[in-house]
């Protein structure tokens, strides 16, 4: 199948910084690309929508200045927490779907992200 | 809305024995897709199965099937001779047509495999 590679895998950072996180599709090119959230035992929740050339599309509950994702090209999507909090932990998963196919979503490795 | 619904949070199975997990889903949609996705501990994100709503032949790959059962809005995964490797977790997800149709995940079962 497809892959696609997610950057970093983990990361720890200090209160009040800045982390990026980067989503590529390797063999295909992916017009949208999907971030979620997932909490220790817990299932996927869709953070927004990432559309290539153009601005997200957040889900209820996300802030958008909080959370900024640019989809700059057909194969790069990111995902930057501004001003990170303890609360901000989380393991962070991408997915990408290939434009010229209309089902299946292949996803990242995830990032573990750890605010002190 | 849509909403997908596991309503088992643990499962356990022997080793070469058979296990199913349960999901059923709402929409008023009438076509659209099912999947099962495996997170595994390193929590990688793997696609296990795939349905079809207008194909009325339950998806098979190897050792997992489905039943499906659209007029019940149930889609529940059979694993067969179970191994080792297949202690994940298990994520039933409802997607609809369109290709930028995103996944909406039930809140998943873990399934641990024993010797």
């Known amino acids: 199948g497809a892959v696609v590679s997610q950057h970093p895998s983990w990361v720890i950072c200090k209160s009040g910084t800045s982390v990026k996180i980067e989503c590529r599709s390797l063999?295909?090119?992916?017009?949208?690309m999907f971030w979620y959230r997932q909490f220790p035992k817990q299932s996927l929740m869709l953070m927004a929508t990432s559309n290539e050339g153009s601005k997200a599309t957040y889900e209820q509950g996300v802030e958008k200045d909080k959370f900024l994702i640019n989809h700059a090209s057909l194969t790069l999507s990111t995902l930057t927490v501004t001003s990170a909090h303890p609360e901000d932990s989380s393991f962070y998963i991408c997915?990408?779907?290939?434009?010229?196919?209309?089902?299946?979503?292949?996803f990242g490795q995830g990032t573990r992200l750890t605010v002190v | 809305a849509q909403t997908v619904t596991q309503s088992q949070p643990e499962m356990s199975v022997q080793e070469a024995e058979t296990v199913t997990l349960s999901c059923t889903y709402d929409t008023s949609e009438s076509n659209y897709y099912l999947f099962w996705y495996k997170q595994p501990p390193s929590r990688q994100m793997i696609l296990v199965i795939r349905?079809?709503?207008?194909?009325?032949q339950n998806a098979t790959e190897n050792r997992f099937s489905v039943n499906f059962q659209k007029a019940a809005k149930s889609f529940s995964l059979k694993i067969s001779d179970s191994q080792l490797g297949d202690t994940a977790m298990y994520f039933c997800?409802?997607?609809?047509?369109?290709?930028?149709?995103?996944?909406?995940f039930g809140t998943g079962t873990r399934l641990q495999v024993t010797l």
């Open positions: 063999d295909f090119q992916a017009t949208t």
């Open positions: 349905q079809e709503a207008y194909k009325q």
């Open positions: 997915s990408a779907r290939d434009q010229g196919a209309n089902t299946e979503a292949f």
């Open positions: 997800a409802f997607m609809k047509t369109g290709t930028a149709s995103k996944l909406t």
